[in-house]
């Protein structure tokens, strides 16, 4: 019982970072029906950027955390003013490629100003635990899954009450529509990027102390994000976020309890998740079935 | 009367399709005007033309100004255009859909002018905009345009889809923005008998140009017109 419960701390805890990088993933496919493959090296970027600056800038952590989200914000903003934008009236494939040169830009980019090794990535929390009732809870896992929650509230907090998100969710049901009244969507769309950027570097920045920081450390993670933003359907960010928790949590407790599932086939088991839910539910476990009338 | 809203030769083509082929017409201020003929003659890409969502040429002046650019400015310019299809945002809640109408408004909506005209809306609030009938859609599009505070408003075939009776009560509305207040309105309609009942003016398009204007009692007598649109 006790393993039972360390286990589902340390699932919550991965599925956060799961479902963070999926809610990235979520926001801009909603609105744009891209799916944006260069989202993990974004966010592996940004959380480069947050390891220069603790250990070459004198920053502290927070410090470091919160410089690196307005970096990201401004940087995901950029990226779709520059790059995105222009496509506009490009078919869905073409910003899908686009967005995967980011992918392969991005990487050579961070592997040549700070190496391809492996480096550490200091942890904001202590390795320690506490003890309740027999059950050790760890303080990294839990404060993975705080950070995260937190940062995943206030955005949903923004979304729901500010005239701004209000017209974000509008312009992703129907951009002409919200024209028509007023409302500069492509500069939506950029704040669009800003956020799924932070939200990247949120999931980096939680994920780096146990992975340590590479070039390639989001890569798997960005698998493990597409299967839990299928799973809660690609147009549902609740879906995306209790999707993330609902992976993150399945592949501890079968990674614990049904013994041939060793650490090696997380991946696999993820993707054939991804599989199971194309096939059976499609449009994921929040999702809705998008009937459009031709 | 000075014109609010006047066009002049203005034309407009989908990729190959021309549909608009030089219409030039005019809305003056606190007017009703029906834009009337059959489908595919431009009456929709008359409004696209004006609101920015279709490329064109010619001039487009409003309230003294030359339009021009993205639907955006237009509607910031006091263009309120209701599209084909309404435009309501289904998955968001009907207020929501309403503070989306105030958009550009600073500070906290004021609803208490738009519940005026449609005071069913305060108690369907919450409700998803998209499980509202057809007839009840239709007047949320309206009032979410009204909320723009526009000198002009553009209705795409209001009627479409709706019964008679619904119909009858979405022109009675506008006839009531229009007489209480002051609105100039420019509606596009294939229900040429209810039109010209509301409009003092019509024009009506044939293959992208226009082929007859008049005051509504004209037109009504006008025989052509009579055996192409409004039946024996």
């Not at chain 1, 700070?114 to 506490?130: A, C, D, G, K, V």
């Not at chain 1, 992975?211 to 299928?230: E, K, S």
């Not at chain 1, 949590?249 to 060793?262: N, R």
């Amino acid at each position: 019982m006790q393993q039972f419960f360390q286990q589902l701390l340390s699932g919550l805890s991965d599925g956060a970072i799961f479902g963070s990088l999926a809610l990235a993933l979520v926001l801009i496919y909603k609105a744009t029906e891209v799916i944006n493959f260069a989202q993990g090296e974004l966010a592996m970027f940004t959380t480069y950027i947050s390891w220069a600056l603790i250990t070459h800038h004198g920053f502290s952590f927070w410090e470091a955390f919160f410089a690196t989200l307005l970096i990201a914000f401004l940087f995901g903003v950029a990226l779709q003013r520059v790059v995105i934008r222009p496509l506009e009236k490009a078919s869905v494939l073409t910003v899908v490629m686009a967005t995967i040169a980011l992918l392969v830009i991005l990487n050579g980019l961070a592997a040549w100003i700070w190496s391809p090794q492996l480096q550490f990535y200091p942890s904001p929390f202590p390795t320690s635990t506490w003890v309740v009732g027999g059950v050790h809870i760890s303080k990294q896992d839990l404060g993975t899954f705080g950070v995260v929650i937190a940062c995943v509230t206030v955005l949903w907090l923004f979304f729901r009450f500010t005239k701004l998100g209000l017209a974000m969710r509008a312009g992703a049901v129907n951009p002409g529509a919200a024209r028509l009244l007023g409302v500069r969507t492509t500069w939506l769309l950029a704040l669009g990027w800003g956020f799924a950027a932070v939200l990247g570097a949120v999931s980096g920045m939680m994920v780096a102390p146990s992975i340590f920081l590479t070039p390639n450390m989001m890569q798997a993670v960005l698998i493990y994000a597409f299967a839990a933003a299928v799973l809660g359907g690609l147009e549902s960010p609740v879906g995306a976020v209790v999707g993330g928790l609902a992976l993150g949590v399945l592949l501890d407790m079968l990674g614990t309890y049904v013994h041939p599932i060793t650490p090696e086939l997380r991946l696999p088991v993820a993707l054939a998740i991804l599989l199971i839910v194309l096939l059976v539910r499609p449009a994921g476990l929040f999702g809705r079935v998008v009937v459009r009338r031709v | 009367m000075s014109a609010l809203l006047e066009l002049s030769d203005v034309s407009a083509r989908y990729g190959q399709v021309q549909a608009l082929h030089g219409v030039s017409l005019s809305v003056a201020e606190g007017e009703i005007v029906a834009l009337l003929g059959a489908n595919g003659a431009g009456k929709t890409t008359t409004l696209r033309a004006v609101s920015g969502t279709v490329r064109r040429t010619g001039e487009i002046v409003f309230a003294g100004k030359r339009l021009r650019g993205a639907p955006e400015a237009v509607a910031r310019a006091g263009v309120a255009h209701v599209p084909e299809g309404r435009g309501i945002f289904a998955e968001l809640t009907v207020w929501e859909n309403l503070r989306m109408g105030a958009y550009l408004r600073r500070g906290r909506p004021d609803f208490s002018a738009v519940l005026a005209y449609f005071p069913w809306l305060e108690s369907r609030r919450h409700q998803q905009a998209g499980t509202l009938s057809g007839g009840e859609q239709q007047m949320l599009a309206l009032a979410r345009a009204f909320l723009l505070r526009p000198k002009l408003l553009m209705l795409d075939e209001p009627s479409l889809g709706l019964a008679p009776l619904v119909t009858r009560e979405v022109f009675r509305v506008v006839g009531d923005l229009n007489a209480k207040e002051g609105l100039a309105v420019l509606v596009v309609e294939q229900n040429a008998a209810i039109a010209l009942q509301s409009a003092g003016r019509a024009y009506v398009l044939e293959t992208g140009v226009v082929a007859v204007e008049g005051s509504s009692s004209e037109l009504k007598a006008n025989d052509a017109v009579r055996s192409a649109y409004l039946g024996p």
